[in-house]
C-alpha cells in the first residue's frame, strides 16, 4: 500500500528539516502535521503512487513552512522579553476548558488519549502557549492594520460584476416516482400521469407530492426551492425553460425516475445588487489584505533572523 509505504520510510527518518535561529523542525514534526491528510489522500490515490508521492511532498513542504513561519514568530516573542509565566492563566483556561468539552471533566482520561497520541500534557500545554502567542502576534501585525472602505468594496464591485450575475432562477417543486424494479406498485409513468390529470383538474401540487413523491423532500411539499436554470439537470433545466410561474410540467422521464414539475415562480437573470454582496467582497477584500501583509510581515521576520532548510 503506497501509504504505508510513506509510513514506514516517516518511521525511519528523523531529521532536521529546517532551522530557525536556534530551533529546529524536525522531519517528526512535519510528519504530524501532515499525518491527517496524507491519510486521507491515500484512500483516494490507491494505485496511482507516482501522483500521491507528488500530493505527499507538496503537503510536506507547505507544513514546513508553516512551521517554519510559526517558529519565525516565536523568536520575534522572545525579543519581546514577556516573562514565560504571562500566558500561564490563559493557557490552563484553555486546557480546562478542553478537559471539560472533550474529556467530559476526565483530566486522567485526557493524559491517557495524549499518551496514546505519543505526547505529553505538558507538551500540549506548550503548544497551546504557542498558538496564543501565534495569534496575539499575527492580530497585532495584520489583522489590526486592515481597513476596508466602502470605497475599495464599491471599486470591487464595478470591475467584478460579471462574478455576482445570477442566471435565470426558478423555485421548484417536485413530485419524484422512482423506477424500482423489485417494486409491486403502479407504473412510475402511469402514476405520474395520473397525478398530472389531478393537477389539471385543480388538485394541490404540494398535497399530491406529500401523498404520491418518494423524494426527500415529500414532507416539505416537493420543496426544491431555488435553482439557476442552468445549474438543474439537462432533463429539468428543458421542461422548466418551457413553465411560467404556477404551471406544472408532463412527465419528465429520467433512467432513475419520473417527475412531475411545478414551477412556483421566476426570476429573469439579473446581477446582484451591491447590498446582497457586500459582505462577501469584505471577506474576500480582507482574506486578500491578510495574505499581502502576512507575506510582507514574515519576510521581514526572515530578513533579520537566521532561517536554513535542509534537503528533504
Known amino acids: 500500500m503506497v501509504f504505508g509505504a510513506w509510513l514506514a ?28 491528510v496524507i491519510e486521507s489522500m491515500a484512500r483516494q490515490f490507491t ?28 523568536q ?18 484553555r486546557v480546562q476548558e478542553i478537559i471539560q468539552k472533550d474529556f467530559y471533566g476526565d ?12 505526547t505529553t500534557l505538558e507538551h500540549f500545554r506548550k503548544q497551546t502557549r504557542e498558538r496564543f502567542i501565534e495569534i496575539a502576534l499575527r492580530q ?3 489583522g489590526s492594520a486592515i481597513i476596508i472602505s466602502p470605497h475599495k468594496v464599491e471599486a470591487y464591485y464595478a470591475t467584478h460584476k460579471e462574478d455576482f450575475k445570477l442566471d435565470d432562477e426558478v423555485k421548484l417543486r417536485m413530485i419524484v416516482l422512482t423506477n424500482r424494479i423489485e417494486s409491486s406498485g403502479p407504473d412510475p409513468k402511469k402514476l405520474g400521469q395520473e397525478i398530472i390529470s389531478r393537477l389539471d383538474e385543480g388538485a394541490d401540487f404540494g ?19 431555488w435553482y439557476e436554470t442552468r445549474k438543474l439537470r439537462k432533463e429539468f433545466a428543458e421542461a422548466a ?25 421566476r426570476k429573469p437573470a439579473r446581477y446582484k445588487n451591491l447590498g446582497e454582496v457586500r459582505d462577501e467582497i469584505e471577506t474576500n477584500l480582507r482574506l486578500d489584505e491578510e495574505n499581502r501583509l502576512e507575506k510582507q510581515w514574515i519576510a521581514k521576520l526572515k530578513k533579520k533572523t537566521f532561517v536554513k532548510y535542509y534537503q528533504q
Not at 253 to 265: I, K, W
Request: proline fraction near 3%; charge should be negative.
Open 9 to 36: 520510510e516517516a518511521q525511519l527518518v528523523d531529521g532536521i528539516q529546517a532551522v530557525v535561529h536556534d530551533t529546529p523542525v524536525t522531519y517528526v514534526e512535519v510528519m504530524e502535521l501532515s499525518r491527517p
Open 47 to 74: 494505485g496511482r503512487e507516482e501522483d500521491f508521492q507528488r500530493q505527499v511532498f507538496e503537503v510536506r513542504t507547505n507544513n514546513l513552512d508553516h512551521l517554519v513561519t510559526r517558529q519565525l514568530i516565536l
Open 76 to 93: 520575534e516573542f522572545k525579543t519581546f522579553n514577556v516573562p514565560e509565566t504571562i500566558l500561564d492563566k490563559d493557557v490552563e483556561k
Open 107 to 118: 483530566r486522567t482520561k485526557m493524559i491517557k488519549t495524549l499518551q496514546a497520541q505519543g
Open 140 to 142: 497585532k501585525n495584520i
Open 207 to 225: 398535497e399530491l407530492a406529500t401523498i404520491y413523491s418518494q423524494g426527500s423532500q415529500a414532507r416539505a411539499k416537493g420543496d426544491w426551492g
Open 241 to 265: 425553460s418551457k413553465l411560467k410561474g404556477g404551471q406544472h410540467s408532463s412527465v419528465i422521464e429520467t433512467p432513475d425516475a419520473c417527475y412531475v414539475m411545478l414551477v412556483e415562480e
